[in-house]
């Protein structure tokens, strides 16, 4: 796994999770707006970025996530840390807290509600859907050659699949998100992540995993974002955002797109700052303010 790394040795420990298809670039322009005296790693989950892809036969799932950002906490031998999750890494940072719930000590959910509910008697349909998907996808690999774009090709293809997306911050998810080769430039992302998530959970084992965080939460969500693209249904969105709000948490609506801490960071970052000097240890809290 590789990633990004902002901030001194000693500073409070930030874990930044970018969305899906995404990588650790998804931050850039984000953590040099937040406080300088913490110590933020951005990491590309596997299949992103510059991170390795599953092996062969292997499915990306949300538990396979949990356990790749427990190796990485692991390896960085951090015992308490907060997390900044976007999107697909906001679910991953409320999963891994329902996990362990001693180790995170704030979450910013960055237009993410925490979870993705589905209904229970979709499961076994969506299992389905996606170990057919992988089924077809090994019968065709072998004979599949990796297509190579000119480097303006593959920013017009990340602008068309995410249309929130300025110049500008196509231009700096590609710094990650594509290799050269020869003729041109391959993306480095696992055309696997496309592939139906066969894990799912249902909207009670949700609230029950949200009930087991201790973190703080500051939930902030984008008024132009995933309530926009990506709709949940009231029966969902209301429980889960009640859910924050019983339990202290902070919910904040912002003007902006589902790349709104990318494209301007300048919306959140004061909200996200503030959020972290008061939800984070005590010496870190007061080094920050000086």
């Known amino acids: 796994m590789r990633g990004q790394v902002w901030g001194p040795d000693h500073g409070h420990p930030v874990l930044c999770i970018h969305g899906w298809a995404d990588n650790s670039g998804s931050f850039n322009n984000l953590i040099p707006r937040l406080p300088s005296a913490l110590r933020y790693v951005?990491?590309?989950?596997?299949?992103?970025?510059?991170?390795?892809?599953?092996?062969?036969?292997?499915?990306?799932?949300?538990?396979?996530?949990?356990?790749?950002?427990?190796?990485?906490?692991?390896?960085?031998?951090?015992?308490?840390?907060?997390?900044?999750g976007h999107s697909m890494g906001g679910n991953v940072a409320s999963m891994f807290s329902a996990a362990f719930p001693e180790m995170v000590e704030s979450i910013v959910l960055l237009d993410s509600y925490g979870f993705l509910p589905t209904h229970a008697?979709?499961?076994?349909?969506?299992?389905?859907?996606?170990?057919?998907?992988?089924?077809?996808?090994?019968?065709?690999?072998?004979?599949?050659?990796?297509?190579?774009?000119?480097?303006?090709?593959?920013?017009?293809?990340?602008?068309?699949?995410?249309?929130?997306?300025?110049?500008?911050?196509?231009?700096?998810?590609?710094?990650?998100?594509?290799?050269?080769?020869?003729?041109g430039v391959v993306f480095t992302r696992d055309i696997r992540i496309n592939l139906t998530n066969i894990i799912r959970i249902t909207l009670e084992q949700s609230l029950h995993m949200q009930s087991k965080i201790k973190a703080k939460v500051l939930v902030l969500r984008a008024s132009q974002g995933w309530v926009k693209i990506f709709p949940q249904p009231e029966e969902f969105a209301d429980p889960l955002l009640k859910g924050w709000t019983d339990q202290g948490n902070t919910l904040v609506l912002i003007e902006g797109d589902h790349h709104v801490h990318l494209n301007n960071p300048e919306l959140v970052a004061p909200v996200i700052t503030d959020f972290l000097l008061s939800h984070t240890s005590e010496h870190t809290t007061n080094a920050s303010k000086l």
Do not use: C
């Open 42 to 84: 951005a990491i590309d989950l596997p299949g992103h970025g510059l991170s390795s892809h599953r092996p062969a036969g292997v499915v990306y799932t949300f538990p396979s996530y949990i356990a790749d950002v427990r190796r990485v906490v692991e390896a960085l031998q951090w015992k308490r840390f907060s997390i900044i």
């Open 121 to 183: 008697k979709r499961l076994s349909g969506i299992m389905n859907k996606g170990i057919e998907e992988m089924i077809q996808y090994e019968k065709k690999a072998a004979d599949k050659t990796e297509r190579v774009y000119t480097y303006d090709a593959a920013k017009d293809r990340l602008k068309v699949a995410n249309p929130s997306l300025s110049d500008e911050s196509v231009q700096t998810l590609l710094e990650r998100g594509v290799q050269e080769v020869e003729g």
